[in-house]
């Protein structure tokens, strides 16, 4: 260190040193001119010549001695200067010599950063012309640097983006610096990408010399940045093509990102929804247990699937969900979030909600079914018994005189009976049994009254009971028990409706309507024509309007379930539709309920069935030759004497076998064959196949109090002719009979073919 700092100072020191040679030159020069007088005044005596011969060659020689002395000290002065010189000299030579050795070093410095450097240093001029280019990264892109100085940049870049090089060249003579991209091409045709930080060189008066900079070769950075990119849109293509949501939210609950899914779930936008907190998306019930879940993830750091959370869409509408949590960290496994899937369960819960209501449907519709069965097996059994009442209450009718007060009192048995049959028609109506009858024109207002006249017994006095038939000679196609059974249901659905009120009202009114073209009908389904409607309106607590849609679906139903299925309405909209027909409905909440039935009015001229309408006429009889076949003996006896009074000649059976063999002995014997339908071994339908078989002109009428089987168009494709239900009139066995022994010998029907019996009066 103090060399070195000596070192430092000597420079200094050596601009003020002065040498001892020039003080002795001085000191001699002195001596020289002082020395004789100072030796004449120190002489003690002698004379004055002596003293100054003596003197002056005393002077003389110490004169010469002091020129002599003086010449070895200018040599000496000399020599020292000399030396002082040479070792300036050797130290600025030293100087440059360190100075050189550092430039050197340098330049091989430089030289070895070149070398090893995969950065381009690049000189050109203003007009691309390319003076030097250095860089490792130039043999391995495949040029030299002969070949380099013999190009221009535009010789480099690619055809695609040579457009960029001029506005690169245009933006750095303008600005003086620029940086950006450039595409290289090499001699082989691959691609290089060069990020480039260019300025402009000026010379030693300022003004631009070319373009000096550096370039770095970013191919593989930019490929690698190319792939990255292409597995995130790989990442978030796959993010957005799950059916489930995918969500990250940061450790304060604001969502920071999230899938389309998440966004189709909820329905919000994605500026809505990102930043976020989600607490602004979660049903307020479920807020603490989600806070709660969140909290024991952060802590305990295991992952958790909840489910049954409850989000809030857009439209305020709630989406249950299933979700997972997850502890989200960063690369140095410190936690900044969380992340997971949610999965939509809304459609699934609906569907397990509707499952359990289809079961309790099939559940409530299998009870119905059996209860069906049994009403049908009871009807069944009750017709069989109605049937010989009714049957021997006419024989008995027949046998007494006119003024016979007996009479009087038949007749309101065979009244009640009616009544009866129309309660088991109902029933078997109810049970979705075929009774066999078709819908021929009817009057409906009979019906009406005779309905309205049992909701007075029936309903609370506090409701009052209107009926309005106006005037008119319609008659529409449809059984009179199912249109009792709709009306019953209208009804009662009204007596419901009025129960919370002390006091309501129902009215029921008949008119005729007529449906225009190009009015809008009250049903779509309607087309323009003649109606009846029937209205059935009160003054009850009214239908909600979203349940207005939903009323005539089977099941539905807004009462307890101790007082209602659901199926008054699906059932009376199913046999109006039936019978060509609709029902509507209008409603004000609070202010009661409006059904209006709309009834096609069939033609004029429509006739109504001569069974029907020849009851009280006289009854057709004949003489012909009768199979008979009921496995009920007391069923058989009335049916055989019902006949037989007709003048028909009857041979019964009771077993569709013994029948069939009957037959078979001698198929000419019989010109008609009447059988029931329910008969064990062989159905009454069966056994028509095998007569048919045998005889195939043989007429066949069969008799059933109920069957699903026994249709008009299966009866048919057999060849059966006609049916008739039970408990049948004696007028329907007669005018029957009679009718389809004509239409097997072709002739029409008539009275006049056989004597006539008088019905009773």
């Known amino acids: ?58 002077g003389w020689i110490s004169a010469a001695g002091i020129i002599v ?82 190009l221009n940049i535009r010789d480099l870049v690619s055809e695609p ?28 045709g691959q691609e290089m990408i060069l990020e480039y930080n260019n300025r402009l060189a000026t010379d030693n008066l300022g003004r631009p010399a070319g373009v000096r900079g550096i370039a770095r070769d970013i191919t593989e950075q930019q490929n ?56 602004g998306f979660v049903d307020e019930n479920d807020r603490k247990t989600i806070f709660q879940t969140f909290n024991y993830v952060y802590n305990t750091g295991n992952p958790v699937k909840a489910f049954d959370w409850r989000l809030i869409r857009k439209d305020k509408t709630i989406c249950h969900v299933e979700t997972s ?36 449907q099939l559940h409530q519709s299998q009870k119905l079914e059996s209860i069906g069965t049994l009403a ?16 021997y209450t006419e024989m008995t009718m027949e046998d007494l005189p006119k003024d016979s007060p007996l009479r009087d009192n038949l007749d309101k048995v065979l009244k009640a009976a009616d009544r009866a049959k129309s309660m088991v028609r109902q029933i078997l109506s109810f049970s979705r049994q075929s009774s066999g009858q078709f819908n021929e024109p009817v ?175 006289p009854l057709p009889t004949g003489s012909e030759r009768i199979l008979l076949v009921d496995d009920e003996h007391r069923i058989a006896e009335l049916e055989r004497q019902m006949i037989e009074n007709l003048g028909y000649q009857v041979s019964p059976r009771t077993s569709s076998i013994e029948a069939l063999e009957a037959f078979r002995y001698d198929p000419g014997k019989f010109d008609l064959v009447i059988t029931d339908q329910t008969m064990p071994n062989m159905t009454g339908m069966e056994l028509a196949k095998e007569i048919l078989s045998i005889r195939p002109n043989t007429p066949v009428i069969i008799c059933t109090g109920f069957s699903e089987k026994v249709t008009m168009d299966k009866i048919q494709s057999i060849g059966i002719k006609a049916i008739l239900t039970k408990p049948i009139p004696k007028s329907d066995m007669a005018l029957t009979i009679r009718r389809v022994l004509d239409e097997a010998t072709g002739q029409s029907l008539g009275i006049q073919s056989g004597k006539t019996i008088q019905p009773p009066q």
């Not at 002395?69 to 030396?83: D, E, K, N, T, Y």
């Not at 799950?242 to 500026?271: C, K, P, Q, W």
């Not at 009908?521 to 939903?550: A, C, F, Q």
Request: aromatic share 8%.
């Open 1 to 58: 260190m103090r060399q070195s700092t000596n070192r430092i100072q000597t420079p200094a020191r050596r601009r003020q040193y002065r040498p001892p040679g020039d003080s002795f030159l001085l000191g001699v020069i002195g001596w020289t001119l002082f020395a004789p007088a100072l030796s004449l005044a120190a002489s003690p005596g002698g004379s004055a010549a002596t003293a100054g011969h003596g003197m002056i060659l005393w």
């Open 69 to 150: 002395f003086s010449m070895f000290g200018a040599i000496a002065l000399l020599v020292r200067r000399l030396q002082e010189k040479s070792r300036q000299l050797s130290e600025e030579k030293q100087r440059h010599f360190m100075t050189l050795e550092k430039a050197v070093r340098n330049e091989q410095r430089l030289k070895e950063v070149l070398e090893t450097t995969n950065d381009f240093f690049v000189f050109h001029d203003l007009d691309g012309n390319l003076e030097s280019i250095h860089s490792r990264g130039l043999a391995e892109a495949g040029y030299t640097e002969e070949q380099i100085r013999n």
């Open 161 to 188: 983006f040579r457009a960029e090089c001029e506005l690169y060249l245009r933006r750095i003579r303008k600005n003086g610096t620029d940086r950006g991209y450039m595409h290289i091409q090499a001699p082989d």
């Open 224 to 279: 690698t940045r190319s792939e990255l990119k292409k597995s995130e849109q790989k990442y978030r293509t796959i993010l957005d093509s799950i059916e489930d949501a995918y969500y990250e939210v940061d450790l304060t609950g604001n969502i920071v990102f999230f899938n389309h899914s998440l966004l189709r779930m909820l329905g919000f936008d994605e500026s809505e929804l990102k930043g976020s907190n989600y607490l």
């Open 325 to 360: 949590v997850s502890l989200h960290k960063n690369q140095n496994s410190e936690p900044i979030g969380f992340l997971g899937i949610i999965r939509d369960l809304t459609e699934r819960m609906e569907g397990e909600k509707r499952r359990r209501e289809l079961e309790a």
């Open 376 to 391: 049908g097996g009871i009807a069944h059994d009750f017709n069989n018994i109605l049937f010989p009442i009714i049957g």
């Open 443 to 617: 009057y409906i207002e009979p019906v009406v009254k005779e309905t309205a006249k049992l909701l007075k017994n029936t309903f609370p006095s506090t409701i009052a009971i209107n009926v309005t038939i106006s005037e008119h000679k319609n008659r529409v196609s449809i059984d009179l028990s199912q249109l009792n059974q709709v009306l019953m249901n209208l009804c009662t659905n009204a007596l419901h409706a009025m129960e919370e009120k002390a006091s309501g009202s129902l009215d029921i009114s008949v008119a005729p309507c007529r449906l225009n073209a190009g009015e809008t009908p009250p049903d779509r389904n309607l087309m323009p024509g003649e109606y009846l409607r029937l209205r059935v309106s009160d003054t009850g607590k009214g239908i909600d309007p979203e349940h207005l849609e939903k009323i005539f679906e089977p099941y539905f139903s807004t009462k307890p379930q101790e007082k209602g299925t659901g199926l008054g309405l699906s059932v009376s909209y199913g046999i109006i539709k039936n019978a060509g027909g609709s029902i509507t409905a209008e409603t004000i909440p609070g202010g009661g309920a409006c059904f209006d039935v709309y009834l096609p009015v069939v033609d004029e001229d429509a006739t109504i069935s001569k069974e029907s309408a020849d009851y009280f006429s």
